[in-house]
């Protein structure tokens, strides 16, 4: 199993990136997928959500109107387009799959993790 993320990067406070995760070695379509991130020195947050059919999304209140999640089931590919960075949105940003839904978000508790990439915001 395998969930590359990729698209980080340096971004000035407003500007956006587009964020990639592409797996393999298991059944895409049977698996919601998240987003999550972690700071230096904290915990991680859950960020944004995506049902397998991705028609329908979620978000964490911070990001709610400035992030979109999306996936591709022909390329088992999730997206996270992130607009308005902000220096608050600089983190090691993950992805993540999971068979238990948006609940899983919860207590972090997804079947498979990426090894993340790191998104900085700053001028």
């Known amino acids: 199993v395998q969930l590359q993320a990729s698209g980080g990067g340096l971004v000035q406070p407003g500007g956006s990136l587009r964020l990639s995760c592409a797996t393999s070695g298991f059944t895409f379509t049977w698996y919601w997928m998240h987003w999550i991130r972690q700071r230096p020195g904290e915990g991680f947050e859950w960020v944004s959500g995506v049902n397998i059919g991705g028609d329908s999304t979620f978000y964490e209140d911070s990001v709610s109107g400035r992030f979109t999640i999306s996936r591709d089931n022909a390329k088992n590919t999730a997206y996270l387009q992130m607009n308005n960075l902000q220096p608050e949105d600089a983190a090691r940003y993950y992805c993540?799959?999971?068979?238990?839904?948006?609940?899983?978000?919860?207590?972090?508790?997804?079947?498979?993790w990426g090894q993340g990439t790191l998104v900085t915001v700053s001028s």
């Open positions: 993540a799959a999971a068979q238990r839904g948006l609940s899983a978000r919860y207590n972090h508790e997804y079947d498979f």
